[in-house]
């Protein structure tokens, strides 16, 4: 893929994430150093999750997992488990990391599992806070929370009450990008009302998830056509799989069923590859966002916590 003139195209070569493009989007010194970015992924156990972030990032991220059973699900708290990979696709760098939160949803006990998550990001932003008002401004390691790949559930008619409840917990934290799992098992019809049905409730309950950006005037008529199509496809409705199957002599990544095969990179049987697309195309944006909305919230409101404990501490003094 060239580095230009193709943006507006789904990139569907295997075995190409695709980020090769992001130097269009950043500073020809930040593609040097290489590219930042920290993806959660958040949504009840067994939806896919690991599966998908695999498939996306063409790389085993994850090795045999243990599964816990019912009884011990129960009793589980929320983990937060950061793996942080490095991918290099002609001469871009792309140090991924992706926060995983197994045990979300697993506890009877909702806000312990959103304090945990909470906490991660917070400590991110924190971490970030202390570094950028140190010596060694120049080389801050960027872990901050830039996107969150959320998960709801195929099986339901919409969102459940731990969706909204964890959804408007980090709304302002951090860019939120609704994802429906399992998307095979979904007829089209089904699909479609469902989508329609949780774009109503995120609406209702006033949930704010990451909004794309308008294409610029000046861009050309296939990248502003590109993100009218994935703005309409929110929430993205996915498939993964970590399986090769063979197919017309090719190998792609799909599943197999009794009556034929899901594939994971075909635009017509889900949207992985907009969603993907999505992430790749917008990861500046992504960035952007966290860090003039979601850091300056936080920055803002730390300053304002301090200030106060400082008028406190000189009142009990005077
Ligand atoms: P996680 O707990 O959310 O990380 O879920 P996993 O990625 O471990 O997947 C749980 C199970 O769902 C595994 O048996 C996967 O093979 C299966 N699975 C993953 N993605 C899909 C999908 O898109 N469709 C279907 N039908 N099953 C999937």
Known sequence: MSQSGEKGKFPEAAGYVGFANLPNQVHRKSVKKGFEFTLMVVGE??????????SLFLTDLYPERYIPGAAEKIERTVQIEASTVEIEERGVKLRLTVVDTPGYG????????????IQYIDNQFERYLHDESGLNRRHIIDNRVHCCFYFISPF??????????????????????PVIAKADTLTLR???RLKRRILDEINEHGIRIYQLPDADSDEDEEFKEQTRVLKASIPFAVIGSNQLIEVKGKKIRGRLYPWGVVEVEN??????LKLRTMLVTHMQDLQEVTQDLHYENFRSERLKRHSKHLELRRAVLV
């Open 45 to 54: 156990s067994g939806l896919g999750k690991s599966t998908l972030i695999n």
């Open 190 to 192: 089904e699909r479609d």
């Open 267 to 272: 635009p017509e049987h889900n949207d992985f």
């Open 106 to 117: 697993d506890a009877i006990n909702s806000q312990d599992c959103f304090k945990t998550i």
């Open 156 to 177: 339901g008619h919409g969102l459940k009450p731990l969706d909204v409840e964890f959804m408007k917990a980090i709304h302002s934290k951090v860019n939120i990008v």
